[in-house]
């Protein structure tokens, strides 16, 4: 049995195997979007595939280059569960740390619905297709990573506050270079393409475990 999670121009995103494993499909996206659907399942096919299966990261099963299957990860995403337990803003700086250590920044973590809350209560991520997969970890890597870690931070700042270092509320003051010119160039541009001619939410994760939850 299956259940359709998402479905837009890039493909679908579905739940079967006895909610075990979701199926990334690319065969039904837009004939003008198919490279870039592809692309992104690509990135995360790599990602996944360089996380080996980390704990608190889903666990590529198979890509062939059309269609990516991956674990099904139970829990609920951040805006739902609203974690207010220090533990867990801890333990999701290990894993940031167990992340990049793999040669891999996220570098999509400013949404909630991308952060999960597990069935114990623990942290995980999920929605790599944007991800930046580096052996080298560069400059550009460096800095994809600090900005992982300043969203983290945000969130932290949203439900736990009052355990924010002052460190961290440093790191938050500070955002990259690159992130302040996204601001002031391209984010609205790149929210009116994505949300409105595209159709896309850019939520994958949300909607259905708003449901479930």
């Keep these: 049995m299956s259940r359709i999670l998402k479905s837009d121009l890039f493909g679908r995103v579905v739940l079967e195997d006895g909610e075990r494993t979701v199926r990334r499909d690319t065969t039904s996206a837009r004939g003008w979007l198919l490279p870039l659907a592809r692309r992104l ?16 990261t889903p666990r590529l099963l198979s ?51 991308n952060w999960l ?3 114990d209560g623990r942290p995980a991520l999920v929605d790599f297709q944007l991800a930046l997969v580096s052996r080298r970890r560069g400059r550009l ?16 700042r949203t439900y736990c506050p009052q355990r924010l270092t002052a460190r961290q509320k440093r790191i938050l003051a500070t955002p990259a270079p690159h992130t302040r010119l996204w601001r002031a160039t391209g984010k609205r541009l790149y929210t009116f393409v994505t949300r409105r001619l595209l159709g896309w939410s850019d939520r994958e994760g949300a909607g259905d475990r708003n449901l479930r939850g």
């Design 63 to 113: 890509f062939d280059g059309r269609v990516l299957r991956r674990s099904w990860v139970p829990g609920r995403p951040m805006q739902v569960a609203r974690p207010v337990d220090p533990s867990y803003f801890r333990e999701a700086l290990t894993l940031l740390r167990r992340l990049h250590r793999a040669g891999v920044a996220h570098n999509d973590l400013a949404k909630e619905p």
């Design 41 to 56: 399942a690509r990135r995360e096919a790599r990602a996944l595939s360089s996380l080996d299966g980390l704990a608190g």
């Design 117 to 119: 809350v597990t069935t």
């Design 141 to 156: 890597f460096r800095a994809l990573a600090r900005e992982d870690l300043r969203h983290l931070l945000k969130h932290k």
